[in-house]
């Protein structure tokens, strides 16, 4: 298999890729302010975010490198729920989503060279009704410190998920489905 740089210090998407079957990459993250232009439904702010961060790990790749970038964000009725800064705002980001649908888009794009593709996957999550003391509890934990929305789905804050609808694994920061197929197109199949 060709050499893989996935651009991200995700231990969550270097944890999928070798689900996946992709031991062998290198992780190489480049530097890359957030932003985008304002108006874009939140499956184009993940996409365009993703493209940043691809155009940025290209200065660090040679060319016949597969680069593998992604960005996952969380919304709950178009307000973007980011990483919190403190115990606080994990509080309350948790209190918003407790009983509550919120989404989950990831952006990914995979780029060889001059070929470059871009897609998102969407997943609608459900919380359930969550008293303050549980959600303190899980904030005592540390694990929402470093998580879009507060949360993580892989670990226990599974306990206040009551559904999924649609990708799990785009809920943890990579939809593997969707990179599979991206990667196909790229020559690489993951199943042969």
Same mark, same amino acid.
């Given at each position: 298999?060709?050499?893989?740089?996935?651009?991200? /210090?995700? =231990?969550?998407?270097?944890?999928?890729? /070798?689900?996946? /079957?992709?031991?062998?990459?290198?992780?190489?993250? =480049?530097?890359? $302010?957030?932003?985008?232009?304002?108006?874009?439904?939140?499956?184009?702010?993940?996409?365009?975010?993703? @493209?940043? %961060?691809?155009?940025?790990?290209?200065?660090? !790749?040679?060319?016949? $490198?597969?680069?593998?970038?992604?960005?996952?964000?969380? *919304?709950?009725? $178009? %307000?973007?729920?980011?990483?919190?800064?403190?115990?606080?705002?994990?509080?309350?980001?948790?209190?918003?989503?407790?009983?509550?649908?919120?989404?989950? !888009?990831?952006?990914?794009?995979?780029?060889?060279?001059? %070929?470059?593709?871009? @897609?998102?996957? %969407?997943?609608?999550?459900? *919380?359930?009704?969550?008293?303050?003391?549980?959600?303190?509890?899980?904030?005592?934990?540390?694990?929402?410190?470093?998580?879009?929305?507060?949360?993580?789905?892989?670990?226990?804050?599974?306990?206040?998920?009551? @559904?999924?609808?649609?990708? *799990?694994?785009?809920?943890?920061?990579?939809?593997?489905?969707?990179?599979?197929?991206?990667? @196909?197109?790229? /020559?690489? $199949?993951?199943?042969?």
């Amino acid at each position: 298999m060709e050499r893989i740089v996935l651009a991200s /210090g995700s =231990p969550r998407r270097q944890e999928l890729l /070798g689900r996946m /079957g992709i031991t062998d990459f290198d992780i190489r993250v =480049p530097e890359v $302010e957030e932003r985008y232009p304002e108006n874009l439904s939140p499956e184009e702010i993940v996409q365009f975010i993703s @493209r940043e %961060k691809s155009d940025a790990a290209a200065l660090l !790749c040679r060319e016949d $490198e597969l680069i593998i970038t992604a960005d996952t964000m969380v *919304f709950l009725r $178009e %307000k973007r729920l980011g990483k919190p800064r403190d115990e606080a705002e994990a509080l309350e980001m948790l209190t918003m989503l407790s009983g509550e649908r919120h989404t989950v !888009c990831t952006g990914v794009t995979v780029r060889r060279g001059t %070929k470059i593709s871009t @897609r998102a996957q %969407k997943t609608d999550v459900y *919380f359930r009704p969550a008293t303050e003391k549980e959600l303190r509890a899980y904030i005592r934990t540390g694990e929402p410190m470093d998580k879009a929305g507060a949360y993580g789905v892989q670990g226990k804050g599974a306990l206040l998920v009551e @559904r999924i609808d649609g990708d *799990f694994f785009n809920v943890m920061g990579l939809p593997v489905g969707m990179l599979a197929d991206m990667l @196909r197109d790229f /020559g690489i $199949e993951l199943l042969e």
